[in-house]
């Protein structure tokens, strides 16, 4: 979980009066999870955060999920995948999803609109790029390679620098540290591959004036677009543990080991029935007799979806994945190394691979933009013939 942070300006004691250099009473909000009974942060606003003037119903940008059926490994290109003035919320496009989770992708070139999503945190991972996430708790910047991490009901709007790659993961509740990662007070341990020192949060207010100021905001019945009295972005100050934060992939520390590690060992954040892992470039197997490529594994109670984003992954060498690309290898079938890749890892010492991998336990269904990038030899790429094997 995020350590404690202080920002801007705040009273000594929490819920006393706190007011302006005019006189004006300032407007306290807890924004907490678990009602009153887990992470929390105290936010100190200009004018009421209540003060809506319309409500009305938005159409949602999400597509229809399809199941995989017949069931079967698939692959997905984001890289094929086509962008016209795309922001990072209403132009993401859905790649796979079930009931915990939603993944999409974009390339983000124009301001997205101010957005909220109240079902669930949302975590997006940077393929490349450079932007500013601003949030009602202060902006962000983002580049390559990093993770961010928007609590549920964070009010925030992407503002690309120029083309922003973004995995978009949408969950149904809350995301974070892996458990085992945390002392029982929230300290990360010291066999954590990442720590405190290692995240990046808001470092200062982010004040925004303005009048009728439009939010779009997801919850469990769709999307409503909100109008507010006055700008969101009017906190003058705030503290507590809960807040958007950036941790960036290459600050993974891999856990290695004589022969060939699990999955578990990269995992980075986890989610309602979902886990996170952080495939980085790392020294590999070091018995005389390692095979440092994955053995072939049967997902008995969840998908794995691999998403390709930098370098050279030995295991999928002849299979037509190339950056960009995604594997869904899903529960039911058993999957491995491609054809002579256990071989021809034999012997080295170092992988020069990043990817991000999703581990859901429950299976993932197909949406438009999964059905668009699909890459249709995937599945017979282990025997090299099949209905679309050429």
Same mark, same amino acid.
């Given at each position: 979980?995020?350590?404690?942070?202080?920002?801007?300006?705040?009273?000594?004691?929490?819920?006393? $009066?706190?007011?302006?250099?005019?006189?004006?009473?300032?407007?306290?909000?807890?924004?907490?999870? %678990?009602?009153?009974?887990?992470?929390?942060?105290?936010?100190?606003?200009?004018?009421?955060?209540?003060?809506?003037?319309?409500? %009305?119903?938005?159409?949602?940008?999400?597509?229809?999920?399809?199941?995989?059926?017949?069931?079967?490994?698939?692959?997905?290109?984001? $890289?094929?995948?086509?962008?016209?003035?795309?922001?990072?919320?209403?132009?993401?496009?859905?790649?796979?999803?079930?009931?915990?989770?939603?993944?999409?992708?974009?390339?983000?070139?124009?301001? +997205?609109?101010?957005?909220?999503?109240?079902?669930?945190?949302?975590?997006?991972?940077?393929?490349?790029?450079?932007?500013?996430?601003?949030?009602?708790?202060?902006?962000?910047?983002?580049?390559?390679?990093?993770?961010?991490?928007? *609590?549920?009901?964070?009010?925030?709007?992407?503002?690309?620098?120029?083309?922003?790659?973004?995995? &978009?993961?949408?969950?149904?509740?809350?995301?974070?540290?892996?458990?085992?990662?945390?002392?029982?007070?929230?300290?990360?341990? %010291?066999?954590?591959?990442?720590?405190?020192?290692?995240?990046?949060?808001?470092? %200062?207010?982010?004040?925004?004036?303005?009048?009728?100021?439009?939010?779009?905001?997801?919850?469990?019945?769709?999307? &409503?677009?909100?109008?507010?009295?006055?700008? *969101?972005?009017?906190?003058?100050?705030?503290?507590?543990?809960?807040?958007?934060?950036?941790?960036?992939?290459?600050?993974?520390?891999?856990? &290695?080991?004589?022969?060939? $590690?699990?999955?578990?060992?990269? $995992?980075?954040?986890?989610?309602?029935?979902?886990?996170?892992?952080?495939?980085?470039?790392?020294?590999?197997?070091?018995?005389?007799? +390692?095979?440092?490529?994955?053995?072939?594994?049967?997902?008995?109670?969840?998908?794995?979806?691999?998403?390709?984003?930098?370098?050279?992954?030995?295991?999928?060498?002849?299979?037509?994945?190339?950056?960009?690309?995604?594997?869904?290898?899903?529960?039911?079938?058993?999957?491995?190394?491609?054809?002579?890749?256990?071989?021809?890892?034999?012997?080295?010492?170092?992988?020069?691979?990043?990817?991000?991998?999703?581990?859901?336990?429950?299976?993932?269904?197909?949406?438009?933009?999964?059905?668009?990038?699909?890459?249709?030899?995937?599945?017979?790429?282990?025997?090299?013939?099949?209905?679309?094997?050429?």
């Amino acid at each position: 979980m995020p350590y404690y942070r202080r920002v801007g300006e705040i009273p000594p004691k929490r819920h006393t $009066q706190f007011r302006s250099p005019e006189g004006k009473l300032y407007a306290e909000e807890l924004m907490g999870v %678990e009602g009153f009974s887990s992470d929390s942060a105290l936010l100190y606003h200009r004018h009421l955060p209540t003060a809506i003037v319309n409500a %009305e119903v938005a159409e949602d940008f999400r597509g229809p999920l399809v199941p995989n059926h017949p069931l079967k490994p698939r692959a997905f290109r984001s $890289q094929d995948l086509k962008w016209s003035g795309a922001n990072a919320v209403t132009g993401r496009r859905t790649l796979l999803g079930n009931s915990d989770v939603v993944i999409g992708f974009v390339v983000a070139t124009e301001p +997205s609109p101010l957005y909220r999503n109240a079902v669930g945190d949302e975590l997006l991972y940077c393929q490349g790029g450079t932007g500013t996430i601003e949030t009602i708790y202060g902006a962000l910047r983002v580049e390559d390679g990093d993770y961010v991490v928007l *609590p549920t009901s964070t009010t925030y709007r992407v503002v690309p620098d120029d083309e922003l790659r973004l995995m &978009t993961i949408e969950a149904s509740g809350h995301v974070g540290p892996p458990r085992r990662y945390l002392s029982t007070k929230g300290q990360f341990l %010291e066999h954590a591959p990442y720590c405190e020192r290692d995240q990046r949060g808001p470092t %200062e207010p982010l004040l925004v004036d303005g009048e009728d100021v439009e939010v779009l905001v997801r919850h469990r019945a769709g999307l &409503t677009k909100f109008t507010y009295a006055n700008h *969101p972005f009017d906190v003058v100050g705030w503290d507590g543990c809960l807040y958007p934060w950036v941790f960036n992939i290459r600050d993974f520390e891999p856990i &290695t080991g004589r022969v060939h $590690q699990p999955p578990p060992v990269h $995992q980075t954040f986890e989610g309602p029935n979902f886990v996170v892992c952080s495939f980085v470039p790392r020294k590999v197997d070091y018995h005389p007799d +390692s095979i440092p490529v994955p053995y072939n594994h049967a997902n008995v109670d969840s998908d794995e979806l691999m998403f390709y984003v930098r370098g050279n992954y030995e295991a999928r060498k002849g299979s037509g994945i190339e950056i960009g690309s995604l594997s869904l290898h899903p529960g039911g079938f058993t999957h491995g190394p491609q054809p002579g890749a256990a071989e021809a890892s034999i012997g080295a010492d170092f992988f020069d691979e990043t990817a991000v991998m999703i581990d859901t336990f429950r299976p993932l269904e197909l949406g438009e933009a999964g059905t668009e990038s699909e890459d249709p030899r995937y599945a017979w790429s282990w025997a090299k013939r099949g209905p679309d094997w050429s």
